[in-house]
């Protein structure tokens, strides 16, 4: 049996979780074992991973319940709130991180990162590694099934990675004799998270503010609009991306002498053709005028613009 793309979702995020679980728990227990301050920082941060995932969990599931008197548009738009949570949440970690190098080096104390075990670095490796393959897995599924809430998960996972990049660094620079190493690659890292974080909130602020789709998608349209038998042409043609699902609106022009059923089945035939090539469609508003001058005819060489 097919599973959905909700079904999907949730299976990915459980597994994230899971793995988060046990990166954290290890982490914790090396950072604590080695002393290490900064093993024990990149532990929280994994931590603070976990509840992005249960973020993540909950806005898929409330993007997918059936549309209801409240909304009768459906709820996709819940998935862009918790992608822009998310993204709030790498921010704020990103900020944390900056601001805790930036007052290591103002007030010199370098103390924390005096000679960790190696077990730090054992974790900091382990923890890039198994965050890199994460990010990879999670992408790939947020790609197929078109999630953002899961995408800006994917990127958290990576920006996680990143932070234990930091920790190998300082790590290896406290027991090298120059523990200022940590605070520097948390400052380089912070800037990476940071920009990471505004990237994912302008996604999902572009998906909840109703931008039309792009030129091409909207070229394609036309084009299969007007391959309609009776359609002779488009006076009107506006699109809208809902959470990531899409809604058109399309006036269509046909003879003046059509009758009203005929008319019909070729708003019919419009409004099919395009739900049929574009998946993502959710909602295809198709109204009828009678010909007098439309915007875009057709022509042996396809569209033409008056």
Known sequence: MKKSNEQIALTVARNSIIINIVLSAFKLFAGIVAQSA????????SIADLISTVIVIVGVK?????????????????????TLLLGMLVLVVGIGIGLAGVQRIISG???????????????AIVSIGVKEAVYWYVRAVAKKIDSSALMADAWHS?????????????????RLGFPILDSIA???????????????????????????????????MRKIILAQ???????QLKTRVFGNRIYIDVDICVNSSTILSDAHNTAQKVHDAIEEQFPKVKHCMVHVNPTICPIYEKSKNGLTVE
């Open 229 to 235: 038998d009776s359609v002779d042409g488009i006076d």
């Open 38 to 45: 900064a093993m024990i920082s990149d532990a929280v941060h």
């Open 158 to 174: 990576r920006v996680d990675g990143l932070s234990s990049i930091g920790s190998f660094i300082g790590i290896l620079g406290a």
């Open 109 to 123: 104390d370098l103390s924390a990162l005096a000679v960790p075990g190696i077990l730090a670095l054992v974790a």
């Open 62 to 82: 409330l993007a997918n319940k059936k549309p209801d008197k409240e909304h009768p548009y459906g709820h996709e738009r819940f998935e862009c709130v918790a």
């Open 186 to 220: 948390a400052l380089v890292i912070c800037v990476f998270i940071i920009k990471t974080a505004i990237s994912i909130m302008l996604g999902a602020i572009g998906q909840m503010t109703d931008r039309a789709c792009d030129d091409e998608t909207v070229n394609e």
